[in-house]
């Protein structure tokens, strides 16, 4: 192995003392770089050699051809520029050769490599590889679809791309990435031909009817048609109709294609979103017999008018699929016609207020269209009409989905705010009743709220909030002990403290908002602190190693040095098995460091 490794080194010796020459590195860097070039051919030669071992000298190897580049920049030096250069890429282009043929089942080589080979021009070697890639990996779509891609866009070869697809495609027949290419590529090569014609002042061939297309055309329609016999899927078809929809002179096709759609996914709310958004384009829509579409499909210029039209759509819709995907799509749609520019402001306003009305009773609105209707409420001109809707329409929210958090909240913050004070007394427990262990966010928005408006009641919201369900008790007790301290004394979060640590759930922030409040004060008690630590490790012990590591850390460095081999012992025959071992590796780390840092001092 030395010997393989040597004589590779020794092909790059002319190179590395060229770069001193030049005065790209000096002795001690180019020695440096003599060094790593051995250390990762060792590691390609041994037997155990890994993907890893091959990825980490490529990417050496990119990194240095980057520096000398920078190099060269730097000092204005470009003699032998041509020679270096090549003997790195030629290196890396072996690497990948190397790797590719030791680990063929890794698709990220062939890929990385196709990308060098792209970035350093080594063109005719990619449609080697390309062939032989196929070969192993034939059964990856992806494979199909990167080498039709590079005859496309490098090789400018649309017939070798074209029998890629294909080939591609009798093997793997649903693949939709395959059919969207192959559809792509004839319809912009049948674009791109009539194009062609025009410029050269060609006749066009003319059509007999309103449904003839092109040849061109026909062979993207044909290969639609094979695509939605194969995959029955409404986003694949729309997304092949959107294909199609960027293209000039396409019209006909897109009708063909929308009437098919219209005839097999009725069913679907995909379709009806399609449709819809389609006359909002201002897109002309075939003129179809006994659809399930009865919807006047002349063209509309207006934007208004477009607006109308789309909105008839999702109306029909509704009539026939009373879904809440349904009405969350044409909820959707309205949000961004809204949002899209500044014309029509009332217009849009009014349709889309009317949709969350419309939803609403048809029990079918989703929280977040609940909260946007409110929110687009509170952009308006605040009046007592305004305020009314806005109160009324978080009571119907929270009548229609009484599980929501946020819809609860939106209440209880707009009553509040608004001073309704008594009504939240009323209702504040009602509301905790039903959400139970899902409302903290509803306790600390009241305890926030007391605190500025009404503070001598503060002590009474959180001992509700301790008496409430259990896991919402356990995230306000370190809220709560950090009050008292602000608020009253040390003293009385002690007290407060000694009685909390003992009642379940066990709060572990609880300990560590009590420790950190104990070492602010103006005297650090070690009694009280000692006891915090204590606390922790009887209730956390077992499954948190942590808990044992602070606890000695205090001792190492505030309290006494000598307990420390104590809490050692029973850190040991408290944790879990699976955490032991991690916890005597930390502590001999950190009591080494401790050693270390004593030795020097």
């Given at each position: 192995?030395?010997?393989?490794?040597?004589?590779?080194?020794?092909?790059?010796i002319?190179?590395?003392?060229?770069?001193?020459?030049?005065?790209?590195?000096?002795?001690?860097?180019?020695?440096?770089?003599?060094?790593?070039?051995?250390?990762?051919?060792?590691?390609?030669?041994?037997?155990?050699?890994?993907?890893?071992?091959?990825?980490?000298?490529?990417?050496?190897?990119?990194?240095?051809?980057?520096?000398?580049?920078?190099r060269r920049?730097?000092?204005?030096?470009?003699?032998?520029?041509?020679?270096?250069?090549?003997?790195?890429?030629?290196?890396?282009n072996?690497?990948?050769?190397?790797a590719?043929?030791?680990?063929?089942?890794?698709?990220?080589?062939?890929?990385?490599?196709?990308?060098?080979?792209?970035?350093?021009?080594?063109?005719?070697?990619?449609?080697?590889?390309l062939?032989?890639?196929?070969?192993?990996?034939?059964?990856?779509?992806?494979?199909?679809?990167?080498?039709?891609?590079?005859?496309?866009?490098?090789?400018?070869?649309?017939?070798?791309?074209?029998?890629?697809?294909?080939?591609?495609?009798?093997i793997?027949?649903?693949?939709?990435?395959?059919?969207?290419?192959?559809?792509?590529?004839?319809?912009?090569?049948?674009?791109?031909?009539?194009?062609?014609?025009?410029?050269n002042?060609?006749?066009?061939?003319?059509?007999?009817?309103?449904?003839?297309?092109?040849?061109?055309?026909?062979?993207?329609?044909?290969?639609?048609?094979?695509?939605?016999?194969?995959?029955?899927?409404?986003?694949?078809?729309?997304?092949?109709?959107?294909?199609?929809?960027?293209?000039?002179?396409?019209?006909?096709?897109?009708?063909k294609?929308?009437?098919?759609?219209?005839?097999?996914?009725?069913?679907?709310?995909?379709?009806?979103?399609?449709?819809?958004?389609?006359?909002?384009?201002?897109?002309?829509?075939?003129?179809?017999?006994?659809?399930?579409?009865?919807?006047?499909?002349?063209?509309?210029?207006?934007?208004?008018?477009?607006?109308?039209?789309?909105n008839?759509?999702?109306?029909?819709?509704?009539?026939?699929?009373?879904?809440?995907?349904?009405?969350?799509?044409?909820i959707?749609?309205?949000?961004?016609i809204?949002?899209?520019?500044?014309?029509?402001?009332?217009?849009?306003?009014?349709?889309?207020?009317?949709?969350?009305?419309?939803?609403?009773?048809?029990?079918?609105?989703?929280?977040?269209?609940?909260?946007?209707?409110?929110?687009?409420?509170?952009?308006?001109?605040?009046?007592?009409?305004?305020?009314?809707?806005?109160?009324?329409?978080?009571?119907?929210?929270?009548?229609?989905?009484?599980?929501?958090?946020?819809?609860?909240?939106?209440?209880?913050?707009?009553?509040?705010?608004?001073?309704?004070?008594?009504?939240?007394?009323?209702?504040?427990?009602?509301?905790?009743?039903?959400?139970?262990?899902?409302?903290?966010?509803l306790?600390?928005?009241?305890?926030?709220?007391?605190?500025?408006?009404?503070?001598?009641?503060?002590?009474?919201?959180?001992q509700?909030?301790?008496?409430?369900?259990?896991?919402?008790?356990?995230?306000i007790?370190?809220?709560?002990?950090?009050?008292?301290?602000?608020?009253k004394?040390?003293?009385?979060?002690?007290?407060?403290?000694?009685?909390?640590c003992?009642?379940?759930?066990?709060?572990?922030?609880?300990?560590?908002?009590?420790?950190?409040?104990?070492?602010?004060?103006?005297?650090?008690?070690?009694?009280?602190?000692?006891?915090?630590?204590?606390?922790?490790?009887?209730?956390?012990?077992?499954?948190?190693?942590?808990?044992?590591?602070?606890y000695?850390?205090?001792?190492?460095?505030?309290?006494?040095?000598?307990?420390?081999?104590?809490?050692?012992?029973?850190?040991?025959?408290?944790?879990?098995?699976?955490?032991?071992?991690?916890?005597?590796?930390?502590?001999?780390?950190?009591?080494?460091?401790?050693?270390?840092?004593?030795?020097?001092?």
């Amino acid at each position: 192995m030395a010997e393989f490794v040597d004589k590779r080194c020794e092909d790059m010796i002319p190179e590395l003392e060229q770069m001193e020459r030049i005065k790209l590195f000096d002795k001690n860097e180019i020695r440096g770089i003599a060094k790593k070039l051995k250390e990762n051919e060792y590691k390609i030669q041994r037997v155990s050699k890994t993907k890893e071992d091959y990825l980490r000298y490529i990417q050496y190897l990119m990194d240095l051809l980057k520096l000398i580049r920078q190099r060269r920049d730097k000092f204005g030096v470009n003699q032998k520029k041509s020679d270096i250069d090549h003997i790195i890429t030629n290196k890396m282009n072996h690497l990948y050769k190397d790797a590719i043929f030791k680990f063929q089942d890794d698709i990220r080589f062939w890929v990385a490599y196709i990308k060098f080979c792209k970035h350093v021009h080594f063109q005719n070697s990619v449609s080697h590889i390309l062939g032989r890639m196929l070969q192993v990996h034939q059964d990856k779509p992806k494979c199909w679809h990167i080498a039709a891609r590079w005859e496309l866009e490098e090789n400018k070869n649309k017939q070798t791309a074209r029998q890629f697809l294909l080939r591609g495609l009798h093997i793997h027949p649903t693949s939709q990435l395959l059919f969207i290419d192959t559809f792509r590529l004839e319809l912009e090569e049948a674009l791109s031909d009539e194009q062609s014609k025009e410029s050269n002042g060609e006749p066009v061939a003319p059509v007999a009817t309103e449904d003839d297309m092109s040849i061109g055309l026909k062979r993207a329609y044909i290969v639609y048609q094979q695509a939605s016999k194969c995959i029955k899927d409404i986003k694949f078809i729309v997304e092949l109709l959107n294909i199609t929809k960027e293209h000039e002179n396409t019209e006909k096709l897109q009708n063909k294609i929308v009437s098919d759609i219209i005839q097999e996914y009725a069913h679907e709310p995909l379709m009806w979103d399609t449709m819809a958004r389609r006359e909002l384009e201002g897109l002309v829509q075939p003129s179809l017999n006994d659809t399930a579409m009865e919807i006047d499909s002349s063209e509309q210029t207006s934007l208004r008018d477009r607006i109308t039209s789309c909105n008839k759509v999702y109306q029909t819709a509704l009539k026939k699929l009373k879904t809440e995907e349904m009405w969350s799509l044409y909820i959707e749609c309205l949000i961004e016609i809204n949002e899209k520019d500044r014309s029509l402001p009332n217009f849009k306003r009014k349709l889309l207020k009317s949709a969350f009305s419309q939803a609403h009773q048809a029990k079918k609105l989703k929280e977040k269209y609940y909260l946007h209707w409110v929110n687009m409420l509170n952009v308006d001109l605040k009046d007592e009409t305004t305020n009314k809707k806005i109160k009324e329409i978080l009571c119907m929210a929270t009548e229609a989905l009484p599980n929501s958090v946020s819809l609860w909240h939106a209440r209880l913050r707009y009553l509040l705010t608004s001073g309704q004070e008594e009504e939240v007394e009323t209702l504040f427990f009602k509301v905790i009743e039903i959400l139970g262990e899902k409302s903290l966010p509803l306790w600390k928005m009241r305890i926030l709220h007391m605190q500025a408006k009404n503070p001598e009641r503060t002590e009474e919201i959180f001992q509700a909030a301790l008496q409430g369900h259990p896991n919402v008790a356990q995230e306000i007790k370190p809220t709560y002990i950090e009050w008292l301290v602000l608020t009253k004394s040390i003293q009385t979060a002690r007290k407060a403290y000694d009685n909390l640590c003992l009642q379940p759930p066990f709060s572990i922030e609880m300990h560590k908002k009590m420790m950190e409040l104990e070492f602010m004060q103006p005297e650090m008690s070690l009694k009280h602190l000692r006891k915090c630590n204590e606390m922790s490790t009887l209730q956390f012990g077992k499954s948190n190693a942590s808990v044992w590591i602070d606890y000695i850390k205090f001792e190492m460095k505030h309290g006494d040095p000598k307990k420390v081999g104590d809490i050692h012992r029973r850190a040991v025959k408290t944790l879990n098995p699976e955490l032991t071992e991690p916890f005597i590796s930390e502590y001999s780390l950190m009591k080494a460091n401790l050693d270390c840092l004593s030795a020097d001092t």
